[in-house]
Structures are given as C-alpha cells and as structure tokens.
C-alpha cells in the first residue's frame, strides 16, 4: 500500500528530521542520507517533490547549489512537527522508516490504560483483520512456527483490547513486539502494511 501525499510528507519530515539527529556533523543534508531512510518507500525524485511541498508550508528550508545536489535542513516550525506532536499520524510516519525499539520506551509496570467503547471497536477490528490475514497466509519458509508464535501473540493481545483496561506494559510486551517482529521479519507486504497502520495507531493513542 502505497502512503497517500499528506502521509508521504510526513515520512519525509520524519526521515530529515532522523538525518540531521542521528547521521549528519552538518545542519543540512543532501537528498541521498536522507533517501537512505526512505529508500523502500518512494524514489529519490519523489522525495525531492515532497521536500519542495514542504518548503512551500515553511517546514523545510532549501540551499541551492550550483554545482551539487541542494541542501536541505528543518526549519524551527519542521522539527516542532517532527518532535513536538504525538499523533497516530507522527508515529505512522516514523513505524514506515524504524523500528518500535528506536522509538517507543517500554511504559511503567504500573501504568493503566482505559479504553473507550468506540476505541475498543475500532482496534478490535484493525487486529482481526491482520489476524485474519496471517491465518490465511501459508507462512514463512525460513522461519518455521514464526507465523504459528505470532498468531498467539496478537489473540492474546486482542483479550487484552476487549478487556478495556490492561497495564500498557502487558500491551506492548504483547501486542507491540508482535507487530514489531511482523513488520521487520515477516516475508508478506501485504500483512506488514496493516501491522504498520495498527502499530502506529496503537502507539499514537495508547502509549504515546
């Protein structure tokens, strides 16, 4: 499933953002460190266009150079968006170019999470329907009993988003490391796009 404009923009502030923090001794960076991080996701001169539509909102600031590919680096209002927000959307856009260990601490023991009626629905059918999927998938090869494993997983994680209130602990000990482990090592496209839109759901407005 291919990320829609408003999504693909917001990977795009998320990877320049991880550049800049994590690879760069610069303040700006060309196109291609930042492409690294979105390389499986969209071409090199698809970036470059999100960027540009990001310079017109005033989130990224653009050098032009003559004689090289142009700079670009946040500007004060980008990184406010790529730090300072904690939605299900930031977090969609960060599970498409990491891992839910570089970005989500593991929540207190002691820390409860109560569910509205219409969030338990919700989530409730988003996880039968990666459930679903994975029971109707024949497997990985390589990796036998992984699909069996993670099955178990995400049904016990699903008791706990019927129950309404769980320790978040539990949630992310349960449920997250499965959606983790299926976006990063299960071989099915398909069933990882749904574990990514389930995941940053879940983390956007569960343990954010």
Known sequence: MRPHF?????????????ALY?????TSLQVSPIHKRTDEIFSKGYLR?????????QLVSIENSENSDDFYTLTDAGIEVAEGLSTADIMTARYRIGSVRDIVEVPASDRIVSLTHNQVDET???????????EADNGS?????????LLGQLK??????????????LLYEV????LDELIAKYGNPAI?????????????????
Do not use: C, W
């Open 124 to 134: 409730d059918r988003s996880l039968t329907n990666v459930i679903e999927t994975l």
């Open 49 to 57: 266009r999100l960027l540009d539509a990001l310079a017109e909102h």
């Open 6 to 18: 408003r999504e693909a923009k917001l990977i795009a502030v998320a990877a320049l953002h991880d």
């Open 192 to 208: 990882a796009e749904l574990a990514k839109a389930l995941l940053g759901a879940l983390v956007g407005k569960m343990l954010s």
């Open 156 to 169: 016990a994680g699903r008791e706990l988003i019927l129950s309404g209130q769980f320790r978040a602990y």
């Open 175 to 178: 449920l997250v490391r499965a």
């Open 22 to 26: 994590f690879d760069s001794d610069y």
């Open 141 to 149: 090869p390589e990796s036998p009993g992984m699909r069996e494993r």
